[in-house]
T-cell receptor, first 111, second 112 residues
Framework: GEDVEQSLFLSVREGDSSVINCTYT??????LYWYKQEPGAGLQLLTY?????DMKQDQRLTVLLNKKDKHLSLRIADTQTGDSAIYFC???????????FGAGTRLFVKA | NAGVTQTPKFQVLKTGQSMTLQCAQD?????MYWYRQDPGMGLRLIYY???????DKGEVPNGYNVSRLNKREFSLRLESAAPSQTSVYFC???????????FGSGTRLTVV
């Protein structure tokens, strides 16, 4: 079946940039998403990108998509301690209701 | 506040007991979902309802049933709970199948 893979942990210093990577297998993916989950809370949609785009920027967040390699990344500029959370990559395809989530990357931000 | 509301937030069941997890959204979304989250496994889809009056199985439907009561409410029922159903359950909703979901805050269920 379709799969989404992410590294499990990332540690950065406050003020540095964080880059969280994700690979997916579904070549028919239409939408690719990044969600953030803080402790004890549900997932919060951060941003998403259409598969016909290469890049999307939203304030401190930059999403890069390499469709050929099925690789998605999320860059967080000037990472703050409040960015410490689990970040989930997800994908869905046209007309589908079965969004596939990765296992999540836990981001630690050191002061 | 607009959003997805789940009840209860915590529950402990004995093996074999039954219970219903409730979910309601007030955003006039058409589609609703139930996911379970287990450590290291991300979220797995249990059931979804693309629109009022329809429900479909997801990746892990065994041991669960759902009811789309109306456009706002989508409940998940465990008829005979098993320890393997110990998990955190999330309800979500969306306008359609695309564009991202709004999640509830989750129900932490322990089956002993």
């Amino acid at each position: 079946g379709e799969d989404v893979e992410q590294s499990l942990f990332l540690s950065v210093r406050e003020g540095d940039s964080s880059v969280i990577n994700c690979t997916y297998t579904d070549s028919s993916s239409t939408y690719l998403y990044w969600y953030k989950q803080e402790p004890g809370a549900g997932l919060q949609l951060l941003t998403y990108i259409f598969s016909n785009m290469d890049m999307k920027q939203d304030q401190r967040l930059t999403v890069l998509l390499n469709k050929k390699d099925k690789h998605l990344s999320l860059r967080i500029a000037d990472t703050q301690t409040g960015d410490s959370a689990i970040y989930f990559c997800a994908e869905s395809n046209t007309g589908g209701f079965k969004t596939i989530f990765g296992a999540g990357t836990r981001l630690f931000v050191k002061a | 506040n607009a959003g997805v509301t789940q009840t209860p937030k915590f529950q402990v069941l004995k093996t074999g007991q039954s219970m219903t997890l409730q979910c309601a959204q007030d955003m006039n979304h058409n589609s609703m979902y139930w996911y379970r989250q287990d450590p290291g496994m991300g979220l797995r889809l249990i059931y979804y309802s693309a629109s009022e009056g329809t429900t479909d199985k997801g990746e892990v439907p065994n041991g669960y049933n759902v009811s789309r009561l109306n456009k706002r409410e989508f409940s998940l029922r465990l008829e005979s709970a098993a320890p393997s159903q110990t998990s955190v359950y999330f309800c979500a909703s969306s306008v359609s199948g695309q564009g991202g979901y709004t999640f509830g805050s989750g129900t932490r269920l322990t089956v002993v």
